[in-house]
């Protein structure tokens, strides 16, 4: 069962709206998590790393939020764009080891 | 440009065979991260180096091994290729050894085994 589960598994949003992805995690003890886009044959890209500590932080358009007590996060994506067409994936390290686990991903599109 | 190199860009072979995928970390990284994606998967751990080496291992396949040389520099090694082998193979590289910092992924290495 993978330890990190993102929803929903892909979207469809029209130019310029909003919109919220989800990654739930049973991972423990925690270290960190971060976003990651991948467009589609290319790396992932680094977008936000939260610490324990951190609830909410924001890269551009995007805006990570973390509640580490219901371990819960997501990404806020505003006035979206043709360019954030993508896959986002949600990894959480564990405090111990440091081991990451990878989320599945979203798989975004943004349509004209 | 993330900074970690990954060659071949694009690898076509036959069942059977075996091919090697090399990565450059980005200067100063010492640890060297393996993952597989496959069709439409999300991304699998296959194994860490960190200074030549190796502190992790994930769903690593015996037919698959590894290794980070002296300049830091790793390969990863795929033999008796089967058509599921197929996929793409990213690099990624960080400071330090442990999954605290920053992590850079390569443009990957795409394998068909035909």
């Known amino acids: 069962k993978n330890q990190v589960e993102q929803s929903p598994q892909s979207l469809i949003i029209l130019e310029g709206k909003n919109c919220t992805l989800q990654c739930n995690y049973t991972v423990s003890p925690f270290s960190n998590l971060r976003w990651y886009k991948q467009d589609t044959g290319r790396g992932p890209v680094s977008l936000t790393i939260?610490?324990?500590?951190?609830n909410t932080k924001s890269n551009g358009r995007y805006t990570a939020t973390l509640d580490a007590d219901t371990k819960q996060s997501s990404l806020h994506i505003t006035a979206s764009q043709l360019s954030d067409s993508a896959s986002y994936i949600c990894v959480v390290s564990l405090y111990n080891n440091n081991d990451m686990r990878f989320g599945a991903g979203t798989r975004l599109t943004v349509k004209p | 440009d993330s900074g970690v190199t990954q060659t071949p860009k694009h690898l076509i072979t036959a069942t059977g065979q075996r091919v090697t995928l090399r990565c450059s970390p980005r200067?100063?990284?010492?640890?060297v991260y393996w993952y597989q994606q496959s069709l439409d998967q999300g991304l699998q751990f296959l194994i860490q180096?960190?200074?030549?080496?190796?502190?992790a291992k994930g769903n690593i396949l015996e037919r698959f091994s590894a290794q980070q040389f002296p300049d830091l520099h790793s390969e990863l090694n795929l033999s008796s290729l089967e058509l599921g082998d197929s996929a793409l193979y990213f690099c990624a590289s960080s400071v330090g050894r442990g999954g605290t910092g920053e992590l850079f992924f390569g443009e990957g290495s795409r394998l068909t085994v035909l």
């Open positions: 939260m610490t324990f500590s951190e």
């Open positions: 200067s100063g990284d010492l640890s």
């Open positions: 180096y960190y200074n030549g080496e190796e502190r």
